[in-house]
């Protein structure tokens, strides 16, 4: 073996060793479901991943497809896919209905079913019921929740029973009313420290994951460095494990304004209208069916 060749070899096992092992991607031929135990791993690697939110069988095949190693079934879908103003309405029913279709259009990616306003704040009980439902009636892999300190009761009780929890701190949309809006959380010395107690109190109650939602950039990778679970940000900067966006805003289909967050990969709301457009214009001139389209 040449000098050359050698010093190659060391070069390309130098670079392999320094990246980070992608246990995540790879498409639906795993012949399994991602798991908690995947996503700790990811942690421990230093491989960031990616969630998006799915409400239906058919986009959610396209984004498992796509080698998305989790999907959220969010009740993100009461504005985004029900016509309702914000997520306050969204019901239990509504939601377990989503998430079957959505784990029922996937095979590899990690559903999680959110819960909605209402179906889990009274009690540890109350929510143990909910997320039975979501386990049993739709088959998700685990459900999310809002709140810190406030709702470890219920997060020690879900994972006590076997439930795996995904956390989401920061702005918690289910609380819009009370918060008099969508604001930025954790801007200042007193609400920094009550979020990463928070975090940590989540972290000790179980939680496999914890979403941190418009938060300072500076917060939430503080934050992200001194929990073991990983982070999921959205408007929260780069610092966080991993990423996730509303699939609506995230393919252009949202109509109107977005957050500043939002990077928008596509144009599907013109895409969509282009072919409704050229469908009625075929159909108004007679143009389809035409004989290709057509049985005898």
Request: charged share 20%; net charge negative.
């Given at each position: 073996?040449?000098?050359?060749s050698?010093?190659?070899?060391?070069?390309?096992?130098?670079?392999?060793?320094?990246?980070p092992k992608?246990?995540?991607?790879?498409?639906?031929?795993?012949?399994?479901?991602?798991?908690?135990r995947?996503?700790a791993?990811?942690?421990?690697e230093?491989e960031?991943?990616?969630?998006?939110t799915?409400?239906?069988?058919?986009?959610?095949?396209v984004?498992?497809?796509?080698?998305i190693p989790?999907?959220l079934?969010?009740?993100?879908?009461?504005?985004?896919h029900?016509?309702y103003?914000?997520?306050?309405?969204v019901?239990?029913?509504q939601?377990?209905?989503?998430?079957?279709?959505?784990v029922?259009g996937?095979?590899?990616?990690m559903?999680i079913?959110?819960?909605?306003?209402?179906?889990?704040?009274a009690?540890?009980?109350?929510a143990?019921?909910?997320?039975a439902?979501?386990?049993?009636?739709?088959g998700?892999?685990a459900?999310?929740?809002?709140?810190g300190r406030?709702?470890?009761?219920?997060?020690?009780?879900l994972?006590q029973?076997g439930?795996?929890v995904?956390?989401?701190?920061?702005l918690?949309?289910?609380?819009v009313?009370?918060l008099?809006?969508?604001?930025?959380?954790?801007?200042?010395?007193?609400?920094a420290e009550?979020?990463?107690?928070?975090?940590k109190?989540?972290?000790?109650?179980g939680a496999f994951?914890?979403?941190?939602?418009?938060?300072p950039?500076?917060?939430?990778?503080?934050?992200?460095?001194?929990?073991d679970?990983?982070t999921?940000?959205?408007?929260?900067?780069?610092?966080?494990d991993?990423?996730v966006?509303?699939?609506?805003?995230?393919?252009?289909?949202t109509?109107?304004?977005?957050?500043?967050?939002?990077?928008?990969y596509?144009d599907?709301r013109t895409?969509l209208?282009?072919?409704?457009r050229a469908?009625?214009s075929?159909?108004?001139h007679?143009a389809y069916?035409d004989?290709?389209h057509?049985?005898?």
């Amino acid at each position: 073996m040449s000098a050359e060749s050698s010093a190659t070899q060391e070069s390309a096992v130098s670079q392999s060793s320094a990246q980070p092992k992608l246990s995540l991607y790879g498409g639906t031929g795993t012949g399994r479901r991602v798991t908690v135990r995947d996503l700790a791993k990811a942690k421990r690697e230093g491989e960031k991943w990616a969630m998006l939110t799915a409400y239906d069988a058919l986009t959610a095949g396209v984004f498992d497809e796509a080698g998305i190693p989790v999907l959220l079934v969010g009740d993100s879908a009461g504005n985004n896919h029900l016509g309702y103003e914000n997520t306050v309405p969204v019901t239990v029913d509504q939601l377990v209905m989503l998430s079957g279709a959505v784990v029922r259009g996937t095979k590899r990616a990690m559903v999680i079913g959110d819960l909605p306003f209402g179906s889990y704040q009274a009690s540890p009980q109350q929510a143990l019921e909910t997320a039975a439902r979501y386990m049993k009636e739709a088959g998700v892999g685990a459900v999310k929740l809002e709140g810190g300190r406030r709702v470890l009761p219920q997060v020690d009780a879900l994972v006590q029973a076997g439930v795996p929890v995904m956390a989401h701190i920061g702005l918690t949309p289910q609380s819009v009313n009370v918060l008099g809006g969508y604001r930025i959380a954790g801007r200042g010395d007193e609400e920094a420290e009550k979020l990463i107690s928070d975090a940590k109190a989540l972290q000790h109650a179980g939680a496999f994951a914890i979403v941190l939602e418009l938060v300072p950039a500076e917060l939430a990778a503080r934050v992200s460095a001194e929990l073991d679970v990983p982070t999921v940000g959205i408007g929260a900067g780069a610092g966080t494990d991993a990423q996730v966006l509303v699939w609506t805003d995230m393919a252009g289909l949202t109509p109107g304004g977005v957050p500043k967050f939002v990077k928008q990969y596509a144009d599907m709301r013109t895409v969509l209208g282009d072919a409704a457009r050229a469908f009625a214009s075929d159909v108004v001139h007679g143009a389809y069916p035409d004989e290709s389209h057509s049985y005898h």
